[in-house]
Nanobody, 124 residues
Framework: QVQLVESGGGLVQVGDSLRLSCTAS????????MGWFRQAPGKEREFVAG????????YYTGSVKGRFTISRDNAKNMVLLQMNSLKPEDTAVYYC?????????????????WGQGTQVTVSS
């Protein structure tokens, strides 16, 4: 069992930056692929970024490429999402997710554990 706790969300202006953190419980964190998803009001949950257990494989959805960076620190059981040049369309609840199986995928169903979410609001 893995428990995930996100932090770092908030209200920012267009063009600002935020860094989301997700801390995981358990001793086998490095064996899990990790992903960030988001869900805006009235929309389905969508994949944002993913990273392999070793951190060597990264994947981003097109709308965040060049603006968001996912990283992980396996010694601290932590995954980060650095978000730069934020836009109003980035407004959503952001969820951290862990998946037992490789490789990094974009499908929510491939992730086994989820955090409670953290709200990101980008105001224009």
């Amino acid at each position: 069992q893995v428990q995930l706790v996100e932090s770092g969300g908030g209200l920012v202006q267009v063009g600002d930056s935020l860094r989301l953190s997700c801390t995981a419980s358990g001793r086998t964190f490095s064996s899990y692929k990790m992903g960030w998803f988001r869900q805006a009001p009235g929309k389905e949950r969508e994949f944002v970024a993913g990273i392999s257990g070793s951190g060597g494989i990264l994947y981003y959805t097109g709308s965040v490429k060049g603006r968001f960076t996912i990283s992980r620190d396996n010694a601290k059981n932590m995954v980060l999402l650095q978000m730069n040049s934020l836009k109003p369309e980035d407004t959503a609840v952001y969820y951290c997710a862990a998946g037992k199986s490789a490789p990094v995928t974009t499908r929510a169903g491939d992730y086994d554990y989820w955090g409670q979410g953290t709200q990101v609001t980008v105001s224009s």
